[in-house]
């Protein structure tokens, strides 16, 4: 297996890297590390103190453990010969990382569309459903993940979550986020803000709503860290406002209630004016008894 050091991330090591994004517990690198499974571009073993350089190519063989099958599809919504826009389910990574490799949307896309050089530009929470791009042609990943950088993609998101009738919406909130690595939740700090979402609420029934989320930023978590801040966390967060118990696997049920309901861009390359919309229903919205059991 050929795995890229990424070109916009920055590590001490290529061991750090590849504890963030292969392994559930260090031991397992560092001993593939030791046997000198890791080698580079000249077939010479990757060391534990090997210096992360940023696109360098590792290759590596790898006995991966079962990973248990999410029971959802991905669906394309859009291809053409640059891009390729995917709904993705609840429950699936967008690319590899820990314990998720083989079960993730781009891992799937690729076998689906035979189209090995697929890469992600961008990257949606494992839990989060919806809208991803993904580039088909690797030298041209650099200009639409451009995109997301430079904040000229149109994102909105939908949730699920408690209605509070004091609650003033719509507003827009600002705050300091710290994700720290190794923590699972994120936090607000004080601090210059560094993220900005409206919030927007679209309708409510029987003690719940639907709200419009439109994030101005992209720190991580950042929806799921407002929205609890205004004490109406997103239904189904397992880490906000507290963090629970890991789920065991093959346990899909109450799914997040957050969906990446649109993405608009104009494309780099075509010059297209792109507009996608989501056509997946939040099950705690559609049926709430369903979604609850």
């Known amino acids: 297996m050929r795995l890229k050091l990424p070109a916009d991330e920055t590590w001490a090591t290529v061991r750090d890297h590849l504890v963030a994004r292969l392994a559930p517990a260090a031991g397992e690198i560092d001993d593939m590390l030791d046997a000198g499974r890791f080698v580079d571009i000249t077939g010479r073993p990757v060391s534990r103190a090997t210096a992360y350089v940023p696109g360098m190519f590792v290759w ?18 859009y291809r053409d010969e640059h891009v390729v826009v995917a709904d993705k389910p609840h429950f699936l990574a967008t690319t590899p990382r820990g314990s998720h490799v083989a079960e993730t949307a781009l891992a799937r896309l690729r076998r689906e569309l035979g189209v090995p050089t697929l890469g992600a530009a961008h990257r949606l929470d494992r839990l989060t459903a919806g809208l991803v791009l993904f580039v088909v042609r690797p030298e041209e990943r650099g200009a639409y993940q451009s995109l997301f950088r430079d904040k000229q993609v149109a994102k909105v998101y939908e949730a699920v979550a408690p209605y509070d009738p004091a609650l003033e919406l719509p507003r827009t909130v600002c705050s300091r986020i710290l994700k720290e690595r190794g923590v699972m939740a994120a936090r607000e700090v004080e601090g210059e803000p560094n993220a900005v979402s409206r ?95």
């Not at 590596?60 to 919504?77: C, I, N, T, Y």
């Open 60 to 77: 590596f063989h790898r006995d991966l453990p079962d990973e248990e099958r999410v029971p959802f599809a991905v669906e394309v919504v």
């Open 199 to 293: 919030v927007e609420l679209l309708e409510h029934r029987d003690g719940r709503a639907r709200y419009r989320l439109t994030p101005r930023t992209g720190q991580t978590h950042q929806l799921r860290v407002h929205m609890s801040a205004l004490g109406v966390p997103i239904l189904g967060d397992p880490l906000y406002p507290v963090v629970t118990g890991p789920v065991p696997a093959g346990d899909f049920r109450r799914p997040l209630q957050l969906l990446a309901r649109m993405l608009e861009f104009t494309d780099p390359i075509t010059g297209r004016e792109h507009r996608f919309v989501s056509r997946r229903v939040l099950r705690a919205w559609s049926s709430y008894d369903d979604w609850a059991r």
